[in-house]
């Protein structure tokens, strides 16, 4: 699938059925003090293919690599192997695309991947029915919102003090702009989750309750009895999960009563790209599938009786009315939609709880080894492969010197919540199957020094 240019006689066939002279008569237009009347001088001049690449080549030096350092980031982004059997697939003509089929059902290829991804999406998520994909698991989060909305006739929802700054942040901004009411607060530096805060706060106006699983601390609840009493009370339950790879070993939300599953699924098959791109994962009850945003594949036969795939609903305000639209965010994934559904057909459901074991394993040695350094102290009494370690000193500059020693220490919770002065001695550890016995050392030893 190249890109071919015109060519200079193509231009000129074009110019004359339009009946014009030149490139420049298309901009007659547009008054003469808006025209550029030479290059703009802020910008460099041209420069060849080699020197450019030198030069970004040089400021990419610059950035301390998540492959040349221990690495323990984490927060929402999350450094897994990925192998390279996957850029090889998803490179495949019968399957590359960054978005929609505006033909689909010419697409064939692509429509499949992506009712094999709904499919894998629905049963790691444990629930009936999932979509073809979102742009990123913080709008996911907000589309799920505004369908609790449609499906409630009610617009308070109560979000759990556990769901990550940045998803709360992003659905503050979009409910600006309509009737929802959000509600929540910053957690507690403490191993107890907020789960009967919420039970408690749920009543006749609560139109959802939004809870993340793993929560932004790392910690482990059962969501089964806020489910029971957000459907006491007409009320549903969305569930947003971060790291996918930890439904590989704990239960998932849909299994515990969950309404609307939504999540990030960029830790399988997408590596880190200094932020982005993202995909939005969202599944959700049969009977809600109505309202469901996005697009869903369906599998159907051609009039030959063979197997085809058609796109069996369409909500987005690109295919069909604006005001009847369920979702307006019209960005899928596609591309990343692909690269995870060829990682987990890769892995297979005894690969991802390999994979999920070994990840809960490092983490485990890594928090006992960083808890028994003097005046460190483990937050979490649960946790998957991320957890919270409370230092003795404000943790963002010890961020910063691990940093200088070559480690990608964390995430310091005063990063995520500034001005809360509860939570700035916090900071979040991940742990994956890429980090070594080497690189925990060299975190263990990088903390006994800043933190004396």
Known sequence: MRYLPLSDADRSAMLQTIGATTVDDLFKDVPANALLSGPIAELPPHASELSVERQLGALARKNLAASEAPFFLGCGAYKHHIPASVDHIIQRGEFLTAYTPYQPEIAQGTLQVLFEFQTQVARLFGCEVANASMYDGSTAMWEAIVMGHRITRRNKTIISSGVHPHYVSVAMTMAKFTEDRLETSQPDLSAETDAEKLIAAIDGETSAIVVQYPDILGRITDLTPIAEAAHANGAILIAVVTEPVALGLIKSPGEMGADIVVGEGQSIGVGLQFGGPYVGLFA??????????????????DAGGKRGFVLTLSTREQH????????????????????????????????????????????CEAADRLSAIPGVKLINDSFFNEFTIELPVEARPVVRDLAEKGILGGVSL???????????????????????????????????????
Do not use: W
């Not at 809600?288 to 996005?294: D, I, L, N, W």
């Open 320 to 363: 069909i009315r604006r005001e009847k639209a369920t979702s307006n965010i019209c960005t899928n994934s596609g591309l990343c939609a692909l690269a995870f559904s060829v990682h987990m057909s890769l892995l297979g459901e005894k690969g991802l709880r390999q994979l999920a074991q070994l990840n809960h394993a490092r983490a």
């Open 414 to 452: 005063g990063r995520l919540y500034p001005g809360a002065n509860a939570l700035q001695n916090g900071l979040i550890i991940a742990v994956t199957e890429t980090v070594t016995d080497e690189d925990i050392a060299a975190l263990e030893a990088g903390l006994k020094e800043v933190c004396q």
């Open 284 to 301: 959700t009850r049969e009977k809600f599938v109505r309202q469901m945003p996005g697009r869903l594949a369906g599998e159907t036969v």
